[in-house]
């Protein structure tokens, strides 16, 4: 696998107010963009520092993927994802080496962006996602 850096880490909260005002108020950092996903069932919130971003995922239902997480495991670090190019190569490649894909092929996240996701079983209890921005390309 390819992977070109540390595109965020995402961080499941019950309140996103609430979790903004920590981010911003405590820690100094900006708050640049707050959007629904809503096949997914969430919102989000973004921040930057340095290249990397922090994704913070209030649940918009509690049968969502992040309510579901906070339910069995409270709030915290939820996942990490990597900036990558030609993610279906990737994806093709992870599954060849017996990598369990969540995500066969890629589909719309946040910010515009292709993501899909490898199953924590197979990656040592890390739920990983795999980032391309074709804008970019």
């Known amino acids: ?26 820690l100094g950092l900006r708050c640049y ?6 096949d997914q069932k969430v919102k989000t919130a973004f921040f930057k520092i340095g290249q990397t971003k922090i994704e913070l995922l209030e649940s918009t239902s509690p049968d969502g993927p992040i309510g579901k997480f906070i339910e069995k495991k409270g709030e915290g670090i939820h996942h990490i994802a990597f900036a990558v190019n030609n993610i279906e190569t990737q994806l093709g490649n992870a599954a060849s080496k017996g990598i369990h894909l969540i995500d ?18 197979s990656t040592f209890g890390v739920l990983t996602e795999l980032c391309e921005n074709k804008k970019q390309l």
Do not use: T
């Not at 996103?16 to 981010?23: K, T």
């Not at 066969?104 to 079983?121: C, D, Q, S, V």
């Open 33 to 38: 963009s707050i959007e629904e996903v809503k």
């Open 1 to 26: 696998m390819e992977l070109n850096y540390i595109e965020h880490i995402g961080i499941a909260v019950k309140d996103l107010p609430s979790a903004i005002g920590y981010y911003e108020d405590i």
């Open 104 to 121: 066969e092929k890629p589909r719309k996240g946040a910010e515009g962006l292709e993501i899909a996701f490898l199953h924590p079983r």
